[in-house]
């Protein structure tokens, strides 16, 4: 495969797999069974500020990113389109896509969001054009802290939950079903989507992603 044809396979990846991620999201605020960590915070700030969702997603996005100053971490293309893609496409599937009011719905949808946003992990991971805002901002702890990655990124996502929580998000039956199974479900997909590496020295690509994480917005 040629350099071109593998930069464009990694960018449709990258992409994809953003757009499918802010889709899942959206599923999960429909299937309203709870949410992952840190939508559980942005539907609470949004409930507080009126704003919707996916905006608020894109400005607690550019505001993490600014952490990254101190932390001395170096965005790459996926870090800065993470920010603005995830919460577009979250945005257009929940105008798109009906409230669910009944179980028979619901769990489904519920189902379907969350091996969905495994899936959409996987793709733009595997991509390498670097973490997501939130990914970065754990792993930057880690390096500046030397605790572990499990350590930083439990600490950071409790903080954000019980936050969301109190300013009203979504806490359920899907949180604790979304913590067990994202894990094994992005492992999976990252192994499927695997893209080749660049070769070609791009300044896009934030080097040193580390997979043991299976690092998440």
Do not use: C, K
Not at 7 to 20: E, F, K, S
Not at 72 to 96: C, E, H, I, K, Y
Not at 184 to 208: C, K, N
Request: aromatic share 6%.
């Amino acid at each position: 495969m040629t350099t071109n044809r593998r930069l464009g396979r990694r960018l449709i990846q990258l992409y994809v797999g953003l757009a499918l991620y802010g889709a899942s999201s959206g599923l999960l605020v429909q299937a309203g069974l709870g949410l992952e960590p840190w939508n559980v915070l942005h539907q609470g700030l949004a409930e507080l500020t009126g704003l919707t969702i996916g905006v608020v997603s894109i400005i607690v996005g550019a505001a993490v990113l600014l952490l990254w100053i101190p932390l001395r971490q170096r965005p790459g293309l996926g870090t800065v389109s993470n920010v603005f893609v995830v919460g577009l496409a979250m945005d257009g599937t929940l105008a798109v896509v009906p409230a669910a009011h009944t179980l028979a719905v619901r769990v489904p949808l519920l189902a379907l969001g969350i091996v969905l946003n495994g899936a959409a992990t996987g793709l733009y991971i595997a991509a390498r054009f670097g973490p997501g805002p939130r990914d970065g901002l754990m792993t930057g702890l880690h390096r500046r802290t030397g605790r572990s990655i499990r350590l930083m990124r439990t600490a950071v996502e409790i903080t954000v939950v019980v936050t969301g929580f109190l300013l009203g998000g979504t806490i359920g039956v899907g949180t604790v079903l979304y913590a067990l199974s994202i894990g094994p479900l992005a492992q999976l997909f990252l192994r499927v989507f695997d893209a080749p590496s660049a070769s070609d020295g791009s300044t896009v690509v934030a080097a040193g992603q580390p997979r043991r994480a299976i690092l998440r917005r």
